[in-house]
C-alpha cells in the first residue's frame, strides 16, 4: 500500500488557507492544521467587549475553519519569539508597522520546525501570487521558501501553477492540475471554489487579521515605544492598546478611557497597575493613567474624564481618583470644552 503522506496547513481562519487545505485534502493527503498567536490578532476578546461588535459572531476563526474541515488545529504561542519581528523586521514594514515578509518568513520556519519534530512531509499555506504588495510577490514568495528552510516542501495550492513544481508534485504526492493558478487581488476565483465546496460563512476574504496592518493601532504602539525610549512590549501593553479612547495631552501623560460599558468593565482588570479615575456625580468612563501623576496632570485627567462623562455640560463634576494602592480621593472639576481639546492629543 502506499504510504499516506501527512501536511501541516497554516491556518489563519481566512477563506485562503481552508481553501488550499481542502484542496489538498482532495488529494488524500492527511492534513493537520497550525495557527500561530502573536497577540496582535483582530479577534477574540474585542469583538466581545464592544457593544458595535455584538452582532459579529464570537468565534475563533481559525478553530471554526478547522472544525468546517475536520481536522486537528494546534495553536501555538509564539508572543515571546515574535517580539524581535515586529521591533526589528529584517525587511522593514509595511504601509505601518506591519512586518508582514519577516512575518511570512519566520512562521514558514515555525511550520518547519513543527513538521521535522512530529514527522510530516511538507507545509502547506493559502499564498496566492500577487495578492498582498509585500509578502506574496513571486520574488518574494521563492525568497520565503528559501529563507525559512522549507525549501521545496512549501505548497501553495491556489497559485501552485504559477510557481516552479515542489518536491510533493515531483514524488507524485501531489498532482499539479489538482490544484490552481490564481493570481492577482481578486477574490473572485477563491469566492467561486468556496461556492463549490459549499462553503459560505466564511471569514471576509479581504479582511486583515493583524492590528499591525491598522493605521491607529500603529500610531498607538508607535506612541508607546517613543514614550518608554525603547522599543519593547508585553502582551499587557499588546490588550490595551486595542481598547478604549487613548489621549496624549502631556508629552509624559496618556490617558486610556473606556468608551462603552464593555471597555470599562475591561479596563476593571488593569485599575491596580494605574492611577485611574472615574466620575462620581454623573455616569462615566473608567480612565486608566499612564505617566506623570502630578497635581496638574491629575487636573488635567479629571477634567478630560469629567468631558467624556454624562456631565460634560454641567457646570461641575465630581471624580474619583484612585492610586495603585487603593486609596481614593474626590476632586471636583470643570469639564473641559472640546473645544480645548486638540485633534494631537487624540491617538
Known sequence: MTEQRKAVALISGGLDSFLAARTVM?????????NFYTGFCVEGHTHAIREKDRARPKRNNALWVAEQLGIRLHIVDIIEEYMDVVINPQHGYG??????????????NKAREWIVEHDFD???TGEVV??????????????????????????????AQNLPPTLPEQKG??????????????????????????????AQPAGGCCFLTDRQYSIKLEDLWKTR???EYDLDDIMLLKVGRHLRPRADLKLIVGREEGENRFLEGYRRRFVHMLPAS????????????????????????????????????????????????????????????????YL
Not at 504601509?95 to 514558514?108: A, E, G, I, Q, S
Not at 525549501?151 to 497559485?159: A, H, I, Q, S
Open 282 to 345: 454623573h455616569v462615566g468612563p473608567l480612565v486608566l493613567l499612564d505617566g506623570n501623576t502630578d497635581t496638574n496632570a491629575i487636573e488635567l485627567a479629571a477634567r478630560l474624564t469629567a468631558r467624556f462623562s454624562k456631565g460634560r455640560d454641567a457646570g461641575q463634576v465630581t471624580v474619583e481618583i484612585n492610586d495603585r494602592d487603593g486609596n481614593s480621593r474626590m476632586l471636583a472639576v470643570r469639564p473641559m470644552p472640546a473645544d480645548e481639546i486638540p485633534a494631537d492629543w
Open 130 to 159: 500577487g495578492q498582498r504588495p509585500m509578502s506574496q510577490r513571486k520574488h518574494t514568495m521563492t525568497m520565503v521558501a528559501r529563507d525559512s528552510g522549507a525549501g521545496d516542501r512549501l505548497v501553495r495550492p491556489l497559485c
Open 122 to 124: 511538507f507545509i502547506i
Open 229 to 231: 525610549g525603547r522599543r
Open 26 to 34: 482532495d488529494q488524500g493527503v492527511h492534513v493537520e492544521g497550525i
Open 173 to 202: 504526492w501531489l498532482e499539479r492540475d489538482r490544484m490552481y493558478g490564481f493570481s492577482g487581488r481578486s477574490r473572485r476565483p477563491q469566492m467561486a471554489l468556496a461556492a463549490k465546496y459549499g462553503f459560505e460563512d466564511y
Open 95 to 108: 504601509t505601518h508597522l506591519n512586518p508582514c515578509l519577516d512575518c511570512k518568513v519566520f512562521m514558514v
